[in-house]
């Protein structure tokens, strides 16, 4: 079992609609990424978090530090969203990835 | 101020030959990190480096891996004798403090390592 879960693997929604993909983690940690990994290979950090909630555009991420457990929320989601979401769970000196979500946004 | 540069962003080897990955972190950080994506796999920590030091290098593989971070340079990524196997994508990020833990990375656009 890996240490750190993604769910579900693949996603494909219609533009405008809302979008979870949920991240569940066995191992201790001193914080939680979200990425996104576009086609052409580039990874942006979009959140760290350690507590809470934290909304940046349409996207919000949030963590349940009691039930190891995080959520990647887009809200009117659009083709440009189209991208591999990567959690990440990050230990004192190590990282730890799932295995991604990829998700497809149609118009 | 320029990001996490990478170069070079595609390399092609034979097997049995050698791989340099460079790797300029953002103006300010003196921690970066190289991470491994293997085809259709997800990513992998491979080292932790501080300037003149490797701090965590758990997920290195133990022969013809070698990495560095001197005080003047890019960090260097070394694959000696390369096989089939290490034909993958290796992304380099780095941080202004130290430790994964509680610190963002801003991630370089990749080398894409292809071995003949």
């Known amino acids: 079992k890996n240490e750190v879960e993604q769910s579900p693997q693949n996603l494909t929604a219609q533009e405008g609609e809302f979008i979870t993909i949920n991240c569940s983690y066995s191992?201790?940690?001193?914080?939680l990424h979200w990425l996104q990994q576009h086609p052409g290979g580039g990874i942006v950090s979009l959140f760290m978090?350690?507590?809470g909630k934290k909304k940046h555009g349409r996207l919000i991420a949030t963590i349940n530090i009691q039930e190891k457990h995080s959520s990647l929320h887009i809200t009117a989601s659009h083709p440009r969203d189209s991208a591999v979401y990567i959690c990440?769970?990050?230990?004192?000196?190590?990282?730890?990835f799932g295995a991604g979500t990829r998700l497809t946004v149609k118009p | 101020n320029a990001g996490v540069m990478q170069n070079p962003r595609h390399l092609v080897r034979r097997r049995g030959q050698e791989a340099r990955l460079r790797c300029s972190p953002m103006?300010?950080?003196?921690?970066v990190y190289w991470y491994r994506q293997l085809p259709e796999e997800g990513l992998k920590f491979m080292v932790y480096?501080?300037?003149?030091?490797?701090?965590?290098e758990s997920g290195m593989p133990k022969e013809r891996f070698s990495a560095e971070f001197p005080k003047e340079g890019p960090s260097i990524l070394r694959i000696q004798q390369v096989v089939r196997g290490d034909s993958a994508a290796y992304f380099c990020?780095?941080?202004?403090?130290?430790?994964?833990?509680?610190?963002?990375?801003?991630f370089g656009p990749g080398t894409r390592l292809t071995v003949l």
């Open positions: 990020a780095s941080s202004p403090l130290g430790g994964q833990g509680g610190n963002e990375q801003f």
């Open positions: 191992v201790g940690i001193s914080a």
């Open positions: 978090l350690s507590s």
């Open positions: 990440a769970a990050s230990g004192n000196n190590d990282m730890r």
């Open positions: 103006k300010g950080h003196s921690h």
């Open positions: 480096l501080q300037k003149e030091n490797i701090i965590d």
